[in-house]
């Protein structure tokens, strides 16, 4: 199985027969903990240790999932065809710090952490959570979104040159921030649009993975992945 098809769903391949797939992003919640700490103990070694700056055992990346604030931050994740996560981006909200002083006038700032799995890459699915990420920033009244990481994290400095932020490396370390609008009506109704579209396509994938399931259990069926 291709890596496209991982992330069509029957109706993409519906309506657009051979178009590059979407990347439906959607909000994570309280309930998808336990699908968050399987897709970073997926990880590889390297993939983990760039996403959180070195390396972290099962138990810490337990841990690190288990202590995620969803009244304060947002989690994005996008879903391939198997109804398994293959990308989570974490943006977390803090309280401006001195450091900040002259970067934002705001009361918080926010901070951006992407992971993709090895077997999702290359389909632009980092750029499109950093994207959503975005939005969400300017929808909560922050217009500073940062990114920390290695400086050899290359799909990290991709996004970060890609979406124009500034960078800033010292020490094998690489610090970027973007300064980003006010919302508007469009940034609203975007946000809006993006969540309603993931929102359907979850509906859709975890229906035929349910759907998929019940075949298996069939007398002489072959249980597939």
Not at 110 to 122: D, H
Request: net charge positive; with cysteine.
């Amino acid at each position: 199985m291709t890596r496209l098809n991982l992330f069509r769903n029957p109706l993409q391949r519906w309506f657009n027969k051979g178009a590059r797939p979407t990347v439906p992003v959607k909000a994570l919640h309280e309930r998808d903990r336990r699908r968050m700490v399987r897709h970073f103990l997926s990880l590889e070694r390297s993939d983990r240790i760039l996403r959180f700056g070195s390396f972290m055992s099962d138990e810490q990346v337990t841990k690190y999932v288990n202590g995620i604030d969803f009244n304060r931050d947002m989690v994005f994740g996008v879903y391939n065809r198997v109804f398994r996560l293959a990308a989570v981006g974490h943006l977390a909200f803090a309280p401006r710090q001195p450091a900040s002083e002259g970067v934002t006038e705001k009361d918080r700032v926010a901070e951006f952490g992407v992971s993709v799995l090895k077997s999702a890459r290359g389909l632009g699915i980092g750029s499109k959570l950093f994207e959503r990420a975005n939005i969400v920033c300017r929808n909560n009244d922050v217009d500073t979104l940062y990114m920390h990481c290695l400086s050899s994290n290359q799909t990290m400095m991709h996004i970060a040159k890609k979406a124009g932020m500034e960078i800033h490396r010292d020490y094998g370390e690489a610090d970027a921030y973007l300064k980003l609008g006010p919302a508007d009506p469009a940034s609203v109704l975007q946000e809006a649009m993006q969540e309603q579209l993931a929102t359907i396509d979850y509906a859709l994938k975890a229906n035929v993975r349910r759907a998929t399931k019940l075949l298996d259990r069939l007398p002489g069926r072959q249980p597939k992945e």
